[in-house]
């Protein structure tokens, strides 16, 4: 199988674009555009959510099995809550990938934890953060008592843009990994970041960590499939 694409885009929609509501016109509309690209040559699967933190903010998340695939942002004007809004799009590679998983349509929350880093690291330092980063999973899927635990993990690095403009890089530029991480609650999320499991394992990723990238801060979203 080709390896997995995924395309994260993110826009805020006006108020009475509902997708919840069947009485909705505009949700409906949104609705059909999510399914007309289902159709797409190289769509693999798909799904959308509203972000916890602004739920005007929707995350469209669709798995290509191409990473030359797209949608044309300009079919989105209709449900924009300003049709001048710039459309941020990304591309990640992550494993598992989150159509395999179901990260994102099963789990009552994902949290999509962005993670910019200079782009000029060396080879050690990156090699090492890529151990940082697996150590951190471990501790919290496998050293956190069950209940306790994410109920999904997934993980990589944003393709494309390989690099953004980040002010505060050495470099002038940042590359960003992507944690897609399923919880329980937000609670169960909060609850976590509070153990010493997650406090030591996030250390030593924190040291190389930049501030974050405009309109990629974290976020919680409860998606459902297309």
Same mark, same amino acid.
């Given at each position: 199988?080709?390896?997995?694409?995924?395309?994260?885009?993110?826009?805020?929609?006006?108020?009475?674009?509902?997708?919840?509501?069947?009485?909705?016109?505009?949700?409906?509309? =949104?609705? +059909?555009?999510?399914?007309?690209?289902?159709? &797409?040559?190289?769509?693999?699967?798909?799904?959308?959510?509203?972000?916890?933190?602004?739920?005007? #903010?929707?995350?469209?998340?669709?798995?290509?099995?191409?990473?030359?695939?797209?949608?044309?942002?300009?079919?989105?004007?209709?449900?924009?809550?300003?049709?001048?809004?710039?459309?941020?799009?990304?591309?990640?590679?992550?494993?598992?990938?989150?159509?395999?998983?179901?990260?994102?349509?099963?789990?009552?929350?994902?949290?999509?934890?962005?993670?910019?880093?200079?782009?000029? =690291?060396?080879?050690?330092?990156?090699? &090492?953060?890529?151990?940082? =980063?697996?150590?951190? !999973?471990?501790?919290?899927?496998?050293?956190?008592? &069950?209940?306790? !635990?994410? +109920?999904?993990?997934?993980?990589?690095?944003?393709? !494309?843009?390989?690099?953004? &403009?980040?002010?505060?890089?050495?470099?002038?530029?940042?590359?960003?990994?992507?944690?897609?991480?399923?919880?329980?609650? #937000?609670?169960?999320?909060?609850?976590?970041?509070?153990?010493? $499991?997650?406090?030591?394992?996030?250390?030593?990723? +924190? $040291?190389?960590?930049?501030?974050?990238?405009?309109? =990629? $801060? #974290?976020?919680?979203?409860?998606?459902?499939?297309?």
């Amino acid at each position: 199988m080709a390896q997995i694409s995924s395309e994260l885009i993110f826009f805020k929609v006006k108020c009475d674009v509902e997708p919840e509501d069947s009485a909705s016109d505009l949700g409906a509309g =949104l609705l +059909r555009l999510f399914r007309a690209t289902q159709q &797409q040559s190289g769509h693999h699967s798909s799904a959308w959510g509203r972000t916890v933190e602004e739920p005007s #903010m929707i995350v469209w998340v669709i798995d290509w099995t191409d990473a030359r695939c797209s949608i044309t942002g300009s079919l989105l004007k209709p449900f924009l809550a300003d049709e001048n809004q710039p459309i941020p799009a990304i591309y990640a590679t992550l494993s598992p990938p989150i159509s395999s998983s179901d990260t994102l349509t099963k789990n009552p929350v994902t949290e999509l934890c962005f993670l910019p880093v200079p782009n000029n =690291l060396s080879a050690s330092e990156t090699r &090492q953060l890529d151990a940082d =980063l697996i150590n951190l !999973r471990t501790a919290l899927i496998v050293q956190l008592p &069950q209940a306790a !635990r994410p +109920r999904s993990w997934s993980m990589g690095h944003v393709d !494309r843009p390989n690099t953004v &403009q980040h002010d505060k890089s050495p470099s002038g530029q940042a590359r960003i990994h992507l944690l897609a991480v399923g919880w329980e609650s #937000m609670e169960a999320h909060e609850d976590a970041k509070q153990t010493k $499991e997650f406090i030591d394992g996030i250390a030593p990723i +924190r $040291e190389k960590l930049l501030p974050p990238v405009p309109g =990629l $801060e #974290m976020k919680h979203v409860r998606f459902q499939k297309v």
